[in-house]
């Protein structure tokens, strides 16, 4: 309660004070005229009128009210609850236009004000300090914030897009409408983040969904692809993307995606899998008799002089092994679908593996010099016979895009706790553009001088889900026209 009479206080003192305080106002409680005898500085440059045109004058003939009767915010309301109740009042925020310097024009503005009893001696209400703060800049920009993430939420609703926000420290989920309609949830549906939990394949949740969560909390972002069960136990494919915001000591504080519905793109991908899958079951047939009836011929004619029918057995079974080869890649492409590719582990020595493959790749082709120099034993847990093809692809790889008669060198080294497999070639090497996109299926250089070269894209792309599988890394160096390098690394 402050009790004062400003009759007593020296005029100069109480008018130096005033007019070099913040943004206020003293008006006198004589409603409904109200007063004013006093203004600062601030108060007069914050609301663009001189201190000539203020005192002395009633509030309102300075400042007009607005004629909306039920809003509580107008300054005549908030004065007479200050006398009514002899309690400060304060608005946190309220629209009163002023008139721009030099022009007839008002523009919006917006206040944030605080209104202060004053007391007489007789304890009556005689004075109001009203204190203003301009946050027209404040609530522009959150106005503005909101249209952009309205217009947000429209475009991503438009494209199918739902937008989620996890707070991590307290485990609160919060999401667009059309979040729930991809999990299958009628719109209004209350969903709580151990419903989406529970909607998410089991393997995938353990296999992927986990493993992603906490590495993002590393590296800061995310991307997978999973499967869930709508209500209606029906299966479907969603895919989410984003980022992990950290505060000021690096901690988690929140995860911002977005997830869309892939389960029509799904479908077809399954369903052409299925197809490449069958078709290529189909050709095994008559490739292997094809190629039973090569080795017999090869056989019969061991003895011929005829340098011309030596040659062409021996090409038509090299042909038929690259076929085999091609289907079989095939065959595994279709597997890559979560459930369906099964690792089988066991301990081997992959000094071992990696000699047993370069022996097999020199039968199969004499065109390269394969050159590999084993260490000592290193002893792996990992599906023996899929590592074997990520090798063996390299190799194939390497040999397709290096000179005949050139070097491909293979190495084996432990770092920390993996073990790193490497295959260099003195080949035309991959430009930089490309090295992001060669593990992507189907991928295949634009480049001119390569689109002679057979292959379908399948055997790295192949050679990478088997690594990731096996919770390993797979990448590439080269300089163009100087040879690549391919390397992978399984956990000890």
Not at 2 to 12: A, V
Not at 59 to 87: C, G, M, N, S, Y
Not at 148 to 162: D, I, K, P
Request: charged fraction near 25%; hydrophobic fraction near 40%.
């Amino acid at each position: 309660m402050i009790n004062l009479t400003l009759e007593n206080l020296p005029g100069d003192l109480f008018r130096v004070l005033f007019e070099k305080s913040p943004g206020s106002i003293l008006v006198k409680a004589d409603a409904p005229r109200f007063t004013i005898l006093a203004a600062s500085d601030a108060y007069l440059k914050t609301t663009l009128v001189t201190r000539e045109e203020v005192l002395g004058k009633g509030f309102f003939e300075v400042f007009p009210d607005t004629d909306d009767l039920h809003d509580e915010t107008t300054a005549r309301e908030v004065f007479t609850k200050v006398i009514e109740t002899r309690k400060k009042m304060d608005v946190p925020v309220y629209r009163y236009d002023v008139f721009e310097p030099g022009t007839d024009n008002k523009q919006p503005h917006y206040w944030s004000c605080s209104n202060i009893p004053i007391f007489d001696g007789d304890n009556s209400v005689a004075y109001i300090l009203n204190t203003i703060i301009d946050i027209t800049g404040e609530v522009k920009a959150k106005e503005a914030a909101i249209e952009s993430e309205n217009r947000l939420l429209l475009a991503a609703e438009a494209t199918g897009l739902a937008i989620w926000d996890l707070d991590i420290p307290e485990i609160n989920l919060t999401f667009s409408p059309q979040f729930g309609s991809i999990f299958g949830h009628q719109a209004g549906t209350l969903i709580t983040l151990a419903d989406i939990r529970n909607q998410v394949h089991p393997d995938d949740m353990q296999n992927i969904v986990l493993i992603s969560y906490y590495e993002s909390l590393v590296t800061g972002s995310y991307f997978y692809e999973i499967r869930i069960f709508w209500p209606d136990k029906s299966l479907h494919w969603i895919r989410i993307k984003g980022i992990v915001l950290f505060n000021k000591n690096k901690e988690p504080i929140r995860m911002l995606g977005t997830v869309v519905d892939i389960t029509e793109n799904k479908r077809d991908e399954i369903r052409k899998n299925d197809f490449i899958a069958m078709a290529s079951h189909e050709l095994k047939t008559p490739l292997t008799s094809l190629k039973a009836y090569l080795q017999l011929l090869e056989t019969k004619l061991s003895g011929t002089t005829d340098p011309f029918i030596k040659t062409a057995v021996v090409k038509s079974g090299n042909q038929v092994n690259k076929m085999t080869a091609l289907i079989h890649n095939f065959l595994d492409l279709s597997k890559l679908e979560p459930g369906k590719l099964q690792l089988t582990r066991n301990t081997f020595d992959i000094n071992q593996l990696i000699g047993e493959t370069v022996s097999e790749s020199r039968l199969l082709s004499n065109s390269h010099n394969l050159h590999f120099e084993p260490s000592d034993a290193i002893e792996v847990n990992a599906d023996r016979e899929k590592i074997a093809q990520v090798i063996s692809n390299f190799i194939s790889n390497a040999s397709k895009y290096s000179p005949k008669g050139s070097n491909i060198t293979l190495h084996s080294t432990v770092n920390d706790d993996n073990v790193q497999v490497s295959v260099a070639d003195e080949g035309i090497g991959v430009k930089l553009k490309d090295q992001e996109k060669i593990f992507q299926r189907f991928f295949r250089s634009e480049e001119e001088g390569l689109k002679n070269i057979s292959g379908f894209g399948i055997g790295l792309y192949l050679s990478s889900e088997i690594i990731q599988r096996h919770k390993g890394k797979i990448w590439v160096k080269s300089e163009q026209n100087r040879g690549s390098t391919f390397y992978f690394s399984l956990p000890l």
